[in-house]
């Protein structure tokens, strides 16, 4: 008889304790937590603030820029007239208004972001700068008022004034507004984000300062129409 050499068996089962090849490199594509991938998928970007604020914020933003538009079409049928009225304004103010409203702007957005790391009580200082900020703006906008009327230029002096009187006194009255939400922000704000309180801060100090933001918007707007462009 031959020494000839057993072949394997095609039928044997594979070793189930030989180990994985350790050469073979993992997949780069899969990701490390597949739940966690799945849950992060599918909560996608969030909203900041509260959606109910956003449409008012939208809303009222939309209502100013209605006034605007009629601005606009009034310039262009009487540039005349309204160059000679732009005259009166204190454009000194108007420079110094467009600083502070951007710098109080700055200092909310500075409070937010130290809110989401975890701190909200480290922006209260800030807030309160902010609201102090938009007191310089009504104590400057007010002065300005003061002095139009006291000159004659009042809300049926012509067009411009007319318009002027409504979207600046529209304005006003929503800096107001938003000072006081800030006041009630930094009176309010939790020590920490990861508590209760925290988490229902956040979203409030988002909408309060989406609606301070555009406050900013309108006033630069404002400032462009009715100081530079006559």
Not at 133 to 157: M, P
Request: charged fraction near 10%; hydrophobic fraction near 55%.
């Amino acid at each position: 008889m031959s020494d000839a050499p057993a072949l394997p068996n095609p039928e044997a089962p594979a070793n189930p304790e030989a180990p994985a090849n350790p050469e073979a490199p993992a997949n780069p594509e899969a990701p490390a937590n597949p739940e966690a991938h799945a849950e992060a998928s599918e909560e996608g970007p969030r909203l900041h603030g509260d959606l109910a604020w956003w449409v008012f914020v939208v809303s009222e933003f939309g209502t100013i820029c209605l006034f605007l538009l009629a601005y606009a079409a009034c310039l262009r049928g009487a540039p005349l007239l309204f160059g000679a009225a732009a005259l009166l304004l204190h454009p000194t103010l108007a420079y110094l208004n467009t600083l502070v409203l951007l710098t109080s702007g700055f200092l909310v957005a500075r409070a937010i972001l130290l809110a989401r790391e975890g701190n909200p009580s480290a922006g209260t200082s800030s807030l309160w700068a902010a609201a102090l900020l938009g007191v310089c703006f009504l104590g400057l906008k007010g002065y300005e008022f003061y002095s139009l009327a006291a000159a004659g230029a009042g809300l049926g002096t012509n067009t411009f004034f007319s318009l002027y009187w409504l979207v600046g006194g529209f304005h006003w009255l929503h800096v107001v507004f938003g000072v006081g939400l800030l006041s009630y922000l930094a009176l309010s704000a939790p020590a920490e984000s990861a508590t209760p309180e925290g988490q229902v801060w956040i979203p409030r100090a988002e909408s309060y300062g989406a609606f301070w933001h555009m406050l900013d918007l309108v006033w630069v707007l404002l400032f462009a129409l009715f100081y530079l462009v006559p």
